[in-house]
């Protein structure tokens, strides 16, 4: 059965940093390419960043792309979204899954940029 558990969300002022953290569970994430989605209200969910299984390169959305890096730790099976110089418009639930998803969905992280 494959499981996301995302944590490290939070309340910070733009400008600011976080770094989000997902542990995957029924899937290696060294093996798949994997991803972080958002979704903010009233908006669909987005694909932010992807770190591509056998290449490992990776590629984000534009309005996240010199500010957003993911990455991986094979040991610990958990990927990662470092954030930095956060905007308000960065304010949503985090989420991450594989590319293209699965319909194992965790409970997200709410990341919330206050101006």
């Known amino acids: 059965q494959v499981q996301f558990v995302e944590s490290g969300g939070g309340l910070v002022q733009a400008g600011g940093s976080l770094r989000l953290s997902c542990v995957a569970s029924?899937?290696?994430?060294?093996?798949?390419?994997m991803g972080w989605y958002r979704q903010s209200p009233g908006k669909q969910r987005e694909l932010v960043a992807r770190?591509?299984?056998?290449?490992?390169?990776?590629n984000y959305a534009d309005s996240v792309k010199g500010r957003f890096t993911i990455s991986r730790d094979n040991a610990k099976n958990t990927v990662y979204l470092q954030m930095n110089s956060l905007k308000p418009e960065d304010t949503a639930v985090y989420y991450c899954?594989?590319?293209?998803?699965?319909?194992?969905w965790g409970q997200g992280t709410q990341v919330t940029v206050s101006s």
């Open positions: 029924g899937i290696t994430v060294r093996s798949n390419t």
């Open positions: 770190r591509f299984a056998n290449s490992g390169n990776t």
């Open positions: 899954n594989r590319w293209p998803s699965t319909s194992s």
